[in-house]
């Protein structure tokens, strides 16, 4: 597999090394000193892009490797105001995009276990929810990516909760979210039902950056051979 890499911060070099050992090749690595070639990317070079750039240059990116034909998985946050303009520059180019607040299986099966949870959550009275999420000093975006992920699957399946609010609320309608930033800490994310007799509380923890950059790859792996609009779960419910 001929990967090109769009971002090549700690991420980058993490997804680089576990594609190499893997036995694939890196086709492109382009960051702020090479911007314009991107252009230069395309299906006879390359089998999949990999964005994990920044916020603000995130979405021309995406746009920039679904016009040229490339297959793109995207892993930025802090852009996801114009998803539907990609979405549908996707499906006009017969393309193939697959974005992920977090690559983590575990944090995908995860996400699973926050909505079956939540709906059984929703049919009880007296529970508050509330979420935390620790991450390095260097994450410019807050809430992270997977916490907006987190706080949707709750608010789809608890209707007495009408947003999210990146702070501590004592509003019963709002689902707060305290936003750490904190050293080296790869991620952190921990949901939490509170009564006055009991609290439930599920969390994930993330190890090592590898953890991400090892599901980027496996993902990647399995949507070259695919075409669309593509989610985690798509891979995960794969025959």
Known sequence: MR??????????????????????????IIDQNN????????????????????????????????NNGVKTLAGTTGWLEKYEDV???????????LYASNFSIGVNLFFELNEWLAKKMAMLEGYEVSMEEIHHVHKKD???????????????HNKRLSNWVNEPSKDTHQLGIVSKREGEV?????????????????????????VFAEGVIKVA?????QTGVLSIKDFLNQD
């Open 186 to 210: 790869p991620g952190t994310h921990s949901i939490r039902y509170d009564s006055s007799l009991e609290s439930i509380e599920i969390q994930h923890i993330a190890h090592d950056r590898k």
């Open 35 to 66: 911007q314009d070639e991107i252009n230069d990317i395309s299906p006879e070079n390359t089998d999949i892009a990999i964005e994990f750039s920044q916020p603000d240059s995130a979405y021309s990116n995406i746009v920039t490797l679904l």
């Open 142 to 156: 807050a809430p992270s990516g997977t916490a907006i992920t987190l706080a949707e699957g709750i608010l789809d």
């Open 3 to 28: 990967i090109a890499l769009i971002g090549y911060g700690k991420m980058g070099k993490s997804i680089e090394a576990i594609g190499k050992s893997r036995g694939h090749q890196i086709s492109f």
């Open 221 to 225: 792996e399995w949507a070259t051979n």
């Open 87 to 97: 979405t549908t520059l996707c499906a006009e180019k017969n393309g193939t995009f």
